[in-house]
């Protein structure tokens, strides 16, 4: 999200309902403060590095993730049939053609593509309404069902003795002076709201975009802040043609993921503290998207929606490591548009460092 451009178009976006990147200016400090740091991350330094320790941490999350899979036969409407982003934009795709070539250098093999080898990838792009100039394409890349994993790894990792406690409010962290005493949760027995003192060897924050607000019970300020983003899952009928590969597009901030007989749309950030209102113009501007360039892609009707708050840093990039002064208290949030992908590798990072070793992958670990 943040590089060069990023400001002039979040100025010509303001007020647009539908637009990619929409900034609902409020009375917020936290919103105000992420805004100026994140105009800080869009020098091209900046944005250089950062897109390059992205990189990185992507790509050892997605080693981290196919081991897991052997490891453990977990399924999620999975697919190995990488990643095309397309571009109906000249001005987009050259920057594209650019930001590949950065990727490249640390190991990303994201390679440019004419509209004849777009169309090569992804048959469904010969019905666009929208000329395609260009893509990017990186082979090895996968797509799948986020909810679907989560839930089938939660149930193996219960299988062999790991207690989640649902229905439980986590209140606020307690201090010592060694560091954290314990956290404060809530839950309800028999109609009755009780309270819990837990105690552990190690507490790792990993909230979403109520990260922020928790830890300032300690006095840590988090650069997190709630985007918003929407997606609609469109029914695949037989004789349809949905995409069968995962495919971004990127002028428009939306995402392309074929689950099983599922189409899922997903994308934009909406930038209006907790909110969590369904907007039908944004919900909207997925699906006229979609109609524009898979017009055959399913049963553009029976979509449903949802939305989410992503838990964004200006940078993108996530906090990972140690909080601060605070002996036993770990980070491990502030992923944005990039949770799924970043996922086993994050988790896996932070297991080593809890451990007291380096994870082997170049990323600024805090602390």
């Known amino acids: ?21 929409l900034f609902r200016l409020k009375l917020d ?5 992420w805004g100026l740091r994140f105009l800080q991350e869009c020098t091209p330094q900046r944005a250089r590095q950062n897109l390059q320790d992205l990189v990185r941490l992507g790509l050892f999350s997605r080693s981290c993730l196919q081991q897991l899979r052997v490891a453990t036969d977990l399924h999620y409407d ?15 795709f050259t920057a594209a ?25 992804e048959p469904a792009l010969r019905h666009t309404l929208r000329p395609i100039v260009g893509g990017t394409y990186t082979a090895s890349d996968e797509s799948g069902d986020a909810m679907k994993f989560t839930l089938a790894l939660a149930a193996k990792c219960a299988a062999i003795g790991v207690k989640f406690r649902y229905q439980t409010e986590i209140q606020k962290l307690l201090c010592a002076a060694d560091g954290i005493a314990g956290v404060q949760v809530q839950y309800a027995e028999d109609g009755i709201a009780r309270q819990e003192i837990l ?22 300020a988090l650069d997190v802040y709630p ?37 899922r749309v997903a994308g934009t950030a909406e930038m209006n503290g907790y909110n969590l209102d369904l907007n039908p113009v944004r919900c909207q501007a997925l699906i006229d998207r979609t109609r524009e360039i898979f017009p055959r892609a399913g049963d553009f009707d029976a979509a449903e929606f949802w939305t989410g708050l992503r838990p964004s840093t200006p940078s993108n990039l996530p906090y990972i490591g ?36 380096r994870p082997n992958v170049d990323f600024p670990f805090l602390g």
Request: with cysteine; proline share 3%.
């Open 1 to 21: 999200w943040a590089n060069p451009k990023a400001p002039w178009k979040v100025l010509q976006w303001l007020g647009e309902e539908d637009a990619p990147l």
């Open 29 to 33: 400090w936290a919103q105000w403060r």
């Open 78 to 92: 999975e697919l190995s049939r990488g990643i095309l982003h397309y571009y109906t934009d000249e001005a987009e």
């Open 97 to 121: 053609v650019k930001a590949a070539a950065v990727m490249r250098e640390v190991g990303l093999q994201r390679h440019v593509k004419t509209l004849a080898e777009c169309l090569k990838i």
């Open 199 to 220: 105690q552990a060897g190690a507490y790792v924050v990993c909230m979403g975009s109520y990260s922020s607000l928790l830890l300032k019970d300690v006095g840590m």
């Open 227 to 263: 985007a918003k983003g929407y997606s609609a899952t469109i029914p695949v009928r037989a004789g349809d043609e949905a995409p069968t590969v995962a495919m971004t597009d990127d002028g428009c901030k939306i995402v392309f993921s074929r689950l099983g007989d599922r189409l």
């Open 322 to 357: 140690r909080a601060g002064r605070y002996k036993k208290l770990w980070l491990n949030t502030g992923h944005g548009t990039l949770g799924w992908t970043e996922a086993c590798g994050s988790g896996c990072a932070l297991a080593e460092l809890v451990s007291g070793r």
